[in-house]
Nanobody, 127 residues
Framework: HVQLVESGGGSVQAGGSLTLSCIAS????????MGWFRQAPGKERGGVAT????????YYGSSVKGRFTISKVNAKDTLTLQMNSLKPEDTAMYYC?????????????????????WGQGTQVTVS
């Protein structure tokens, strides 16, 4: 069973940067797919970025491509999301997700249904 704990959220002005971290515990995630999702009040949770830890393949949502970078620190089982050029519309609760399987991930890497394990979230506010 995997536990995911996010950190690094906060308040920042538009144009600023933040780095989110997600620490995985309970088992090694070196063969997992992992991702970042976000949910703003009144909206559905949507995919931001995802990575296949084994192959290194990444996918990004169209609204964050070129601004956000997802990375995995293998030695520490830590997933990061570097967020640059932040906009007010990036304001949301950000969640880390993981799954050991790729059956659904291959066709839908940014869908919530492709992940079984979720963290509690970290709030990002851009003003």
């Amino acid at each position: 069973h995997v536990q995911l704990v996010e950190s690094g959220g906060g308040s920042v002005q538009a144009g600023g940067s933040l780095t989110l971290s997600c620490i995985a515990s309970g088992c090694t995630v070196t063969s997992f797919v992992m991702g970042w999702f976000r949910q703003a009040p009144g909206k559905e949770r949507g995919g931001v970025a995802t990575v296949d830890i084994g192959s290194g393949s990444t996918y990004y949502g169209s609204s964050v491509k070129g601004r956000f970078t997802i990375s995995k620190v293998n030695a520490k089982d830590t997933l990061t999301l570097q967020m640059n050029s932040l906009k007010p519309e990036d304001t949301a609760m950000y969640y880390c997700a993981a799954d050991p399987a790729r059956i659904r991930w291959w066709s839908s890497p940014l869908r919530t249904t492709s992940y079984n394990y979720w963290g509690q979230g970290t709030q990002v506010t851009v003003s």
